[in-house]
């Protein structure tokens, strides 16, 4: 038996609801890679801050004088120091700060925010 050429392929509904369909799956697709991307790129980031705001607050021990406020860039992530004086004793040796680190990047500066409560010496020798 012989098939008549109107039988025989697709016609051009079946091909265009093919092509709606394989680019709807597409989109979801490209979606997803996008969406994995940016969360990867942002918790890369995240982790470069934190460790450039926990070094800088370990290194805070080590400085004398006023409460001060720093800030700087460091691989790319911008980070701001700000200390506090919350308490001084009766002597004028030492003061009592609260150190407190943002960093982050340009459009979400406080990514990461450390605090930290430590004596500072004020008598320099």
């Known amino acids: 038996m012989r098939m ?11 091909v265009l609801v093919a092509l709606i369909v394989t680019s709807f799956l597409v989109t ?13 790129t942002k918790q890369m980031l995240q982790s470069q801050a934190l460790t450039i705001a926990k070094s800088h607050i ?18 790319s992530v911008n ?3 700000q200390e506090t ?23 979400r500066p406080a990514l990461v925010t450390l605090q930290k409560r430590y004596l500072k010496s004020l008598v320099t020798q």
Do not use: C, H, Y
Not at 58 to 75: F, M
Not at 89 to 103: G, H, Q, S
């Open 58 to 75: 370990d290194n805070l021990r080590d400085i004398s004088g006023p409460a001060s406020s720093l800030n700087g860039t460091q691989d």
């Open 4 to 14: 008549r050429p109107s039988e025989t392929g697709f016609t051009l509904i079946e």
């Open 85 to 107: 004086e919350i308490a001084r004793d009766p002597r004028e040796a030492f003061v009592l700060i609260e150190a407190t680190i943002k960093a982050g990047s340009q459009d």
């Open 79 to 81: 980070w701001t120091l």
């Open 28 to 40: 979801i697709l490209m979606d997803g890679a996008v969406t994995a991307k940016t969360r990867q």
